[in-house]
């Protein structure tokens, strides 16, 4: 039994709105390998991508009203103040924002940056350029929401990248959600901005990993407004 159980907790769990196109992966594999024979097998590479790619990870989410955690797997791609967009209905002033970039090897399980009820969401269309760059977070497809945290309105905007064309979100406006909860995913490689109310300050630099529900990205109220970073 200790071998089994030490299986089991090796294998992360898929979540469910990968099944569909994990098994149009395997159906394809099939075909083409009636062609090809190599072909199966190069498919077959691809559908085990497929389900790694829509891997679901149990994350320990550290809990407190004073902090801001990834609500994505990726890296760091930009720590600063910017304007949020104009449908998030936050103003015009500045904000801090925090940007993390997902690749398609990266987990895309979206999980809620803090607990609060989902005051706003909205889904605008628009292009599909690299989620990398800057411009991305006013010109690309995204869906926005807001959550009224304890120290006020936090914006998360879901932006879609070159190759992610399906943005999924499942929760709703009035819904309440917890710190570390899941609440949407996004197909293939793209970006989370996250803006921040005045009181917080980040807690991550530039090129660092971020993990969905477990790194804190802000923190509210600390008298250390940055702190230094290098690579090693």
């Known amino acids: 039994m200790h071998i089994i159980d030490s299986i089991r907790n090796a294998l992360v769990p898929i979540h469910r709105a990968g099944w569909p196109l994990i098994a149009i992966f395997f159906a394809i594999s099939i075909v083409i390998g009636l062609l090809w024979e190599p072909l199966f097998w190069l498919g077959l590479v691809l559908t085990a991508w497929c389900a790694y790619f829509f891997r679901d990870p149990v994350r320990v989410t550290p809990i407190s009203d004073d902090i801001v955690v990834s609500p994505a797997d990726g890296h760091v791609s930009l720590v600063g103040r910017m304007v949020p967009p104009s449908e998030l209905e936050l103003g015009q002033a500045e904000m801090l924002r925090i940007s993390v970039f997902m690749n ?74 917890e710190t570390g909860e899941r609440f949407g995913l996004i197909r293939f490689g793209s970006r ?41």
């Open 104 to 177: 398609v090897f990266d987990c895309h399980v979206n999980r809620a940056p803090v607990a609060g009820p989902v005051r706003r969401l909205v889904y605008r269309k628009g292009a599909f350029k690299n989620a990398e760059l800057d411009k991305a977070s006013e010109v690309n497809e995204r869906n926005s929401l807001v959550i009224e945290s304890a120290h006020g309105a936090v914006g998360i905007s879901q932006i879609a990248g070159l190759v992610a064309r399906r943005i999924i979100c499942w929760s709703k406006p009035g819904d309440r959600l």
């Open 192 to 232: 989370l901005d996250i803006y921040c109310p005045d009181g917080f300050v980040p807690r991550v630099a530039e090129g660092q990993r971020a993990l969905a529900g477990e790194t804190v990205l802000a923190e509210f109220g600390s008298d250390r407004t940055t702190y230094g970073a290098r690579r090693a």
